[in-house]
């Protein structure tokens, strides 16, 4: 960004990453503490976003906005860049091998259909091995019907 916009007096930003809310970043670049950063950290938040990073460039222009504007000018630039992109969800999973006998192919897929998982490698041969991804909303519900064939090993990776 510091190419892109060279004569940019900041370029103030803020991510938040992962699930667990505890890998998240807010930079004010020279402005003043909180004034920057923080407001665009809020924003994601208030959004429920996550593996998100918003950078706000802001060149001077000649008016001085104080903090409470700079908090305000920050923290719109930042809903105004969530708002006018597209959010897409991903569903959090695990991924399992299932390895089984070719006689239960369809009782297996009909779980694997039924219960949203994602289809990663299918090898069919006299044995069957199956790399899916499981929601993990779901998960112990479908490792527990998976679990009432004798014939089926399931492998986490």
């Given at each position: 960004m510091k190419e892109?916009?060279?004569?940019?007096?900041?370029?103030?930003?803020?991510?938040?990453?992962?699930?667990?809310?505890?890998?998240?970043?807010?930079?004010?670049?020279?402005?003043?503490?909180?004034?920057?950063?923080?407001?665009?950290?809020?924003?994601?938040?208030?959004?429920?976003?996550?593996?998100?990073?918003?950078?706000?460039?802001?060149?001077?222009?000649?008016?001085?906005?104080?903090?409470?504007?700079l908090v305000q000018a920050y923290k719109s630039a930042a809903k105004m860049a969530i708002l006018n992109n597209q959010i897409i969800e991903k569903q959090i999973t695990k991924i399992y091998t299932l390895t089984f006998d070719y006689t239960i192919l369809n009782e297996v897929m009909r779980i694997v259909k039924s219960s949203s998982c994602e289809i990663l490698e299918n090898n069919q041969s006299l044995f069957c091995e199956l790399k899916i991804a499981i929601p993990i909303s779901n998960l112990e519900s479908i490792l527990m019907r998976f679990q009432e064939f004798v014939q089926l090993k399931i492998d986490a990776e």
């Open positions: 892109q916009h060279p004569k940019a007096v900041h370029h103030c930003y803020a991510y938040r990453l992962g699930i667990g809310k505890n890998n998240f970043r807010a930079n004010d670049d020279g402005e003043p503490s909180d004034s920057a950063g923080k407001p665009i950290l809020t924003q994601i938040d208030s959004y429920e976003l996550t593996n998100v990073l918003i950078v706000v460039v802001r060149y001077f222009g000649g008016v001085l906005l104080g903090i409470p504007g």
